[in-house]
């Protein structure tokens, strides 16, 4: 398998620029997932990374070769669309030996790959059926033994999932990983779904607008995000945000006043914050408790959605805001109540003006 290094990337249409100058390395053997909203020029930098668009500007190497005038079929790499984009009239073992036969590979070879690529993904019975008689999941997998008997340098995944229900989004999303796993490859996946990218990534890279917002790992984002963009868009439900001001300061927490008279104490670099700035307090669904503790945000219960093992209280605030708070599914919480919802103030974050995080001490 392959490095892939992206050094200053541009993209523009015309006057229109559409990625802003990305730095990436993305090292061998690594799953790497791109992931923001539609739009934020996720599937522009894979589709620059398969050749299949021009680089404006920025170099990219491959397994250290250059490879901003090479031809897709000259990188090294095999893409997976959201279409399985398969022949209809073609068996699956054509279908999977197709490209080597254009590349005159030998009838030895041809079988050899096709049959062992079946086997791992576990679709070797399915072999002389043709694309109308499987199912969607059956289809996708055949669209990925097409691109592992081509044992190329890099795996590029854009948005292959999308296009099945739920429960075989499931099932794919695990064999992708195993996937990874046994072949040890290099792997870049786009996706808008934060889930896929939580559980397959071994980094994640998140992009809004061509910009490039924070790398690191899945843990790593949903602990110690960057700024309110990406707080907001890892975690499911996303981050609650309440509006806020600080009311003082010391050498290592700023106190927050928020809604309803609260005021909270976090352990935070102040970095030049001071009393009276306007503040944005973040607080996941999961690190509020229903009936309170020593700091609390009080409002009326909206909304209730059990979901079997939690259940989601959508909390009016008294300045209208709303926040989630996650609790346990045989918590007895009601609509129209009166709540308070305790805050774990050690898994608090504190943001800016500008969105920008305040660095959290770890007490």
Known sequence: ???VVLSGIRKSFGEVETIHGVDLTISDREFVVFVGPSGCGKSTLLRL????????????????????????AQRGIAMVFQSYALYPHMTVYDNMAFGLK?????KE????????????LQIDHLLERK??????????RVAIGRAIVREPKVFLFDEPLSNLDAALRVQTRIELAKLHEDMAATMVYVTHDQIEAMTLADKIVVLNAGNVEQIGSPLELYHHPNNLFVAGFIGSPKMNFVKGSIAAVDQSTVEVALPGETRVRIAVKVDGAKSGDAVTLGVRPEHLSAGGGDSQLIGRVDVVEQLGDSNLAYLKLPDGETVVVRSEGDAKVREGDQMPAGLDTSQCHIFNA??????????
Not at 102 to 106: R, Y
Not at 111 to 118: G, K, M, S
Not at 131 to 140: D, L, T
């Open 1 to 3: 398998m392959a490095e």
């Open 49 to 72: 990374i398969a050749g299949l668009e021009e680089i404006t500007a920025g170099e990219m190497t491959i397994d250290g070769q250059m490879v901003n005038e090479l031809p897709p």
């Open 102 to 106: 254009l590349a005159k590979a030998s």
């Open 109 to 120: 070879t041809i079988d050899e790959r096709v049959r062992r690529a079946a086997g791992i």
């Open 131 to 140: 694309p109308k008689e499987m199912s969607g999941g059956q289809r996708q």
């Open 354 to 363: 500008s969105g920008a995080a305040l660095p959290r001490v770890t007490q």
